[in-house]
């Protein structure tokens, strides 16, 4: 077998070869099978399998935040440029065949003649002598089967019936090859020059030129891959962030945006300015307070969507100080203040502070004793007190301003007369039965004190501690009848005790015991205010038998007059204490 290129061939050569091929003269083929060979095919093969791959690779990671490979490294890159290098190498190489046989001057096939099997299949022929024949026979449906050591050709024939002719012709032409002269092989070979040419006849051989693509068609190849590589690793990583952000925004979640932050680029300013945050606040939103708002803003300083947060925030204010406005109490609205002393809603909280004082007032009204329009007109400058001043924080919480219970001891005009005739009653008892020792100031206090509990305790009920605060406050200085200046709410308890003129003497136990006079008058002024409320009342306390009776076991010379004493002072604070509750209470 030898390999010959038809481009290579004498001008005279490849005008014979051509004849012979068309058959228009001899020699003519004794059998012969048109086609090319495979080649092509195999190239598009190439390309194709090329383009799964990069297919493949292209959807690997495609869209999905919870991958590595959501958007491909730089390095993936080399690999899609390999694999559209081969792709256009396929294809190209593909059709660089297509071309060149497209321009041969005859038609690609197998031709059989007596002097050799020319497989022109390609511009390059591969002749096989016949003589290197070893094997012709019928082949399957009326085929001639010729093989030629490793190679074997299958021909068809026009009439399938006349295979068996067809394998003699060749048998019979190969026998007789040994002994034809020169001049009988150049009349069956057709690669033969001829003996005469005509010398008007072109001398130039065919020749093919081959465009620029086909000659460098791996170079173009391998540049269109790197070209396209480049582009379709673009466009991929686009595509796939973009699918990242719509997964996203489909699900509209907290972890879906950072997801996407987690392996996205092209929209980490939206995501991370407008949509992360909008999702996070809508969370902080759900949960419906103010605190979760401003943990929100803490944790994103900066967004996009600055207005959205500023209206959470405000509904969020809103919302919480109704919660603290449905609690009823000051004190509940002074802690939402303190918790949030920039809530902006300035005239809604000073709106609901102002119905918890008017409030107040309704609350007395309801309580006030029958003919209290007195009263109530100092509790309505009590509350306007309070509203004005506001109340202050303590350890036990908010207070309101204090309204002090001051007393003011005044002196007694009788009881030294009491003790002179007390002296000479036959049943005085020695020092012990002097009554002025027992209403000195010490044993003034603990009537003083219960009978301020009580009042602040009653005035309590009605008016919270954050509103008015009821307090004792320090002693009233002199005997003044004028209210004292005073920078709070203050009631003034004036009392002045005197002998009754009375006296009971027992002989046992033995004692002599006066009757007291408590002489009381109030004064309730409130800061500013020149008008003050003041009453009187008088209690008058006798000493009975029984009362003596009932302490007579006290142990010791005085013990039974200081109790005894003790019990009438008690009685004379507490007659005090209902009349003047009963004017400011239907139920004091």
């Known amino acids: 077998m030898k390999e010959v290129d038809f481009y290579g061939l004498p001008r005279p050569v490849q005008d014979r070869l051509l004849e012979a ?26 390309a194709a399998a090329a383009t799964v791959a990069v297919a493949l690779v292209a959807l690997v990671g495609l869209g999905n935040s919870g ?18 290098s081969a792709v256009a190498v396929g294809l190209l190489s593909a059709l660089e065949i297509k071309s060149r046989l497209g321009d041969l001057p005859f038609k690609p096939g197998v031709y059989l003649f007596g002097a050799e099997l020319l497989d022109a299949r390609d511009s390059r022929f591969r002749v096989h002598p016949l003589d290197s024949l070893t094997k012709v026979a019928k082949g399957p449906a009326g085929m001639v089967t010729l093989v030629f050591g490793s190679e074997e050709f299958q ?6 019936a006349r295979a068996q002719e067809a394998v003699d012709l060749v048998e019979a032409a190969r026998a007789r090859l040994p002994s034809l002269d020169a001049k009988a092989r150049f009349e069956i070979d057709p690669l033969q020059p001829p003996a005469v040419v005509s010398p008007l006849a072109p001398t130039a051989p065919l020749a093919r030129s081959a465009p620029i693509w ?16 480049g582009a379709l690793f673009w466009l991929r990583n686009t595509s796939s962030d973009n699918r990242m952000l719509a997964a996203a925004q489909a699900k509209n979640d907290v972890a879906s945006y950072r997801g996407y932050l987690a392996r996205g680029k092209r929209h980490r300013d939206i995501v991370s300015e407008v949509l992360l945050p909008r999702a996070v ?4 939103v759900e949960q419906g307070t103010v605190a979760a708002i401003d943990d929100f803003i803490r944790e994103y300083p900066k967004t996009g969507i600055q207005p959205e ?23 509940a609205l002074l802690d939402f203040a303190e918790q949030h002393p920039d809530h902006g809603l300035n005239d809604a909280f000073a709106e609901a502070r102002r119905a918890l004082f008017a409030r107040a007032k309704a609350r007395y009204r309801k309580e006030m004793a029958d003919g209290g329009e007195d009263h109530a007109e100092l509790v309505d400058k009590l509350i306007a007190f309070a509203e004005k001043t506001g109340a202050t924080k ?20 009788t009881l030294g007369r009491a003790d002179a005739a007390i002296r000479k009653n036959p049943m005085f008892n020695g020092a012990a039965s002097y009554p002025a020792q027992y209403f000195e100031p010490k044993r003034l206090e603990p009537s003083e004190t219960e009978l301020a509990k009580a009042l602040a305790e009653r005035f309590g009920k009605v008016f919270e501690p954050e509103i008015l605060s009821f307090v004792v406050g320090p002693p009233v200085e002199g005997e003044s009848e004028e209210a004292p200046e005073v920078k709070v709410p203050t009631l003034v308890i004036s009392h002045r005790l005197e002998w009754s003129g009375g006296a009971v003497a027992r002989d046992k136990p033995r004692g002599v015991f006066i009757g007291l006079l408590l002489f009381f008058r109030t004064t309730f002024v409130v800061p500013g205010d020149s008008a003050p409320l003041k009453s009187k009342f008088t209690a008058g306390e006798n000493v009975s038998h029984e009362l003596i009776a009932k302490h007579a076991d006290q142990p010791s010379a005085g013990a039974l007059e200081a109790a005894v004493y003790a019990s009438m002072l008690k009685s004379a604070f507490d007659q005090f204490r209902g009349r003047y509750l009963a004017k400011w209470f239907k139920n004091p």
Request: proline share 5%; glycine share 8%; net charge positive.
């Open 309 to 331: 947060v500023d209206a959470a925030k405000k509904n969020a204010m809103v919302a919480e100080l109704e919660r603290a406005k449905a609690k009823g109490t000051l004190a």
């Open 67 to 84: 991958s590595a490979l959501a958007l491909h490294p730089l390095p993936v890159l080399a690999l899609y440029a390999a694999l559209l």
């Open 281 to 284: 606040l809508r969370v902080a």
């Open 214 to 229: 086909e000659s460098q068609r791996w170079l173009v190849g391998i540049a269109l891959g790197c070209a396209l590589g």
């Open 155 to 160: 021909l068809s024939l026009a009439d399938p």
């Open 394 to 413: 303590t350890a036990e919480g908010h207070r309101g301003p204090s309204v002090e219970i001051r007393f003011q001891r005044q002196a007694s005009k």
């Open 21 to 46: 091929l068309s058959g228009r003269f001899e020699p003519r083929p004794i059998l012969h099978r048109l086609g090319t060979k495979s080649q092509a095919i195999r190239w598009i093969g190439v």
